[in-house]
């Protein structure tokens, strides 16, 4: 089983705006495909009252470490035309790494040897890793607040 380490706890950013969501989602999409990151939807939810979205977007950094960004997005309307939303937009992200995602060190044995590899020699890839992730988490949330003019 891969090891999760959190590198930002849930951020979330919320405002009242008026968005095209269809666009918004296309743009959030690009930016990932810029950076690399492959999207996994667990949920869409597009109903009347109410749009859910949840993704976790991965990329892998090494054969060891994985990126992972999960990002709920959820708009609440008050008006709505055919493309245009007024409302409430509320993004939820956090980022965490991976450690050894393809389980190459289950079982006993090979556990010490990745508890060893893990606190002795894996320590400046670590570090790397995490530096990069929130790397992209900040130019993610920059890139947002960008987007909607906050």
């Given amino acids: 089983m891969a090891f999760k380490d ?71 309307p008050t008006e709505e035309s055919k493309k245009i939303t007024k409302g409430t937009l509320k993004i939820a992200f956090e980022g965490e790494v991976e450690r050894d995602p393809e389980n190459r060190w289950a079982g006993k044995f090979n ?6 590899f893990d606190k002795y020699i894996a320590t400046e890839k670590e570090k790397e890793v995490r530096k990069e992730l929130k790397k992209d988490l900040i130019s993610l949330k920059q890139e947002i607040k960008k987007y909607l003019n906050i």
């Avoid at 999207?39 to 892998?60: A, M, Q, R, S, V």
């Avoid at 556990?111 to 060893?116: I, K, P, S």
Wanted: hydrophobic share 40%.
């Fill in 111 to 116: 556990f010490m040897w990745r508890a060893f």
């Fill in 6 to 76: 959190y590198v930002i706890e849930k951020s979330v950013i919320s405002c009242d705006t008026v968005i095209e969501v269809e666009e918004f989602i296309q743009h959030l999409r690009e930016w990932y495909g810029q950076h690399k990151y492959h999207i996994n939807e667990k949920l869409y939810l597009g109903l009347p009252k109410k749009t859910d979205i949840k993704w976790k977007c991965h990329k892998g950094f090494d054969d060891y470490h994985k990126m992972v960004i999960k990002m709920k997005i959820s708009v609440d």
